[in-house]
């Protein structure tokens, strides 16, 4: 079974500063997604990124950016110029490719991210 | 235009009762999900509906029966509500198929057992 691994329960970051988050996972798959997905106190889970195991880029979306080391099966999320908004319970997802249609997604227990000013 | 709607958000009720939940999604996609979030903040899938057809059910009690009428709708039914049953529920849809399956959460209903 796919377990995924998010090792820091908290982390805390200055505004305008630059933080990662960590993720690790196990799966004997070589086609698979990976996603982040931030949930502030409003508790919407908001998609942030998405990578597709395959490809080899890393994933960009705006500020937010992936280091994905297919190898050592490891995930992390950096967000760069930090925001008072980032805040929130960031999670690392992974889900399976392949055929069929079991494509339910394997939460770690998440990161909460604290943004001061 | 909401993507994924819930409805109640919240639900406050009594240890015993039979309550649903209610789904909708207007993306039109074929698949859609129920996940549970622990007071932890743990997210588990409890069922996945694909064209109207259940393809998940990860050894969930049986007091908890999803229904989906049509592939835009996924509701959740749970009879003989415990304590336990205590958690924030989404929903969530996607494409079903491998490329495109990036899943699209509701606003989460927030269900309180006393």
């Known amino acids: 079974a796919q377990t995924v691994t998010q090792s820091q329960p908290e982390m805390s970051v200055q505004e305008a500063e630059t933080v990662t988050l960590s993720c690790t996972y196990d799966?004997?798959?070589?086609?698979?997604?990976l996603f982040w997905y931030k949930q502030p106190p409003s508790r919407q889970m908001i998609l942030v990124i998405r990578?597709?195991?395959?490809?080899?880029q890393n994933a960009t979306e705006n500020r937010f950016s992936v280091n994905f080391q297919k190898a050592a099966k490891s995930f992390s999320l950096k967000i760069s110029d930090s925001q008072l908004g980032d805040a929130a319970m960031y999670f690392c997802a992974y889900r399976r490719g392949g055929g069929g249609s079991n494509y339910k997604l394997t939460f770690g227990k998440g990161t909460l991210l604290t943004v001061n000013p | 235009d909401t993507a994924v709607s819930q409805t109640p958000k919240y639900l406050v009720t009594q240890m015993g009762n039979d309550k649903s939940i209610k789904c909708e999604q207007n993306l039109g996609h074929d698949t859609m999900y129920w996940y549970k979030q622990d007071s932890k903040k743990f997210l588990k899938i409890m069922f996945s509906?694909?064209?109207?057809?259940?393809?998940i059910n990860e050894t969930v009690p049986n007091r908890f029966s999803p229904k989906s009428p049509d592939k835009a709708h996924l509701n959740l039914h749970i009879n003989s509500l415990e304590l336990g049953d205590s958690a924030v529920y989404f929903c969530?849809?996607?494409?079903?198929?491998?490329?495109?399956?990036?899943?699209?959460f509701g606003p989460g209903t927030r269900l309180l057992v006393l």
């Open positions: 509906y694909n064209n109207k057809e259940l393809i």
């Open positions: 969530a849809s996607s494409q079903g198929d491998r490329v495109r399956g990036t899943q699209y």
């Open positions: 799966t004997s798959e070589s086609d698979y997604y």
């Open positions: 990578q597709e195991a395959y490809k080899q």
